[in-house]
């Protein structure tokens, strides 16, 4: 069987038609280290210690599990020293962390290290999301950059098979890490989102929050054959972003975390930055939609850094159906 090729080589020569800045090469490939040494961390904390809480809460208040620290960690030292790269905007600390005097061209990085942690002591699959955009001008310390300006974005999943899976702007890539080397070698190239799906993904515990038309769309999905859609559909919900995401980018599908009653003061539950836009960025690219419900995730303004929105993304006949009933749902009453 002919070796599939690293991800060195493909960012070297497959990645994109012009070839891609060797600083951002470096940059991915300190990521993918990163990745690699936080997915082995997961898989010795057991031995090492490393299950439960760490103690303290992060900014957004929530408790911070002893391996959310490692992984944030872990992302600091090993990609600190990427050439160009200006800051790190994590989720697990407050403020952006600039490391050298911004210049046009340089590197942001916006990560959310451990996604999905309530999964790790139930031994389940978690991941770390990654975006990256640019400086603009030379000084300028801006990270509230729109989605659709990213330059790439993925995520590794650490599952049965540790994965990475990313986007340079032409389609979407997956590596899968080759136990012994160590290595991300292709074996998912060129993943797709088909455009109809009959899965949808979503925390029914929420169900008496919800909106009028998320509400409306799981009920008719939940009538199955009998109902207006006229066929069943399967529900699945891992509670981690990284893992729902991945199991639509194989087999297609369509994940909400709608705003509901419970979340809209604080504008949803995923964070734009390190979590919705890395995400509809990849779904995009694959041909799948990605909104807020009606606006597509890549086109809101962030106001702040840890910023939340509600996020839809999946099969784009899926997502344009939400985005329908949601606009349905916003109409004027008509005079009788
Ligand atoms: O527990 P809930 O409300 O279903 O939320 C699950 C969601 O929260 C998250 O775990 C948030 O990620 P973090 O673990 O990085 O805080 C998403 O991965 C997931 O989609
Ligand atoms: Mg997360
Ligand atoms: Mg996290």
Known sequence: MTQAITLRNFLTHHAAPDGLDPDLIFLIEDIASACRVIGNRLRNAAFEGNHGLAGETNVQGEDQKKLDVIADETFARICGNSRRLAALVSEEQEDAVWLKQPEAGDYLLFFDPLD??????????????????????PGERDILKPGHTQRCAGYAIYGPTMMLVLSVGDGVFGFSCEYGTGDFRLTHPGMSIPEKTAEFAINTSRHRL????????????????????????????TASMVADVHRILIRGGVFLYPA??????????????????PMAFLVEQAGGRATVGRTRILDVMPENHHQRV????????????????????EKPATAP
Request: proline fraction near 3%; charged fraction near 25%.
């Open 310 to 329: 509600p996020v839809i993304l999946g099969s784009a006949e899926e997502v344009t159906r939400l985005s329908d009933y949601h606009a349905a749902s």
């Open 210 to 237: 919800w909106d009028q038309p998320v509400r409306r769309y799981v009920e008719e999905c939940l009538a199955g054959e009998t109902g207006p859609r006229g066929r069943d559909f399967n529900m699945r919900w």
């Open 116 to 137: 999905g942690s309530s999964n790790i002591d139930v031994n389940l699959s978690v991941g770390s999301i990654f975006s990256v955009c640019t400086v603009a001008a």
């Open 260 to 277: 509901d009653e419970g979340n809209r003061a604080a504008g949803g539950k995923l964070r734009l930055l390190y979590e919705a836009n």
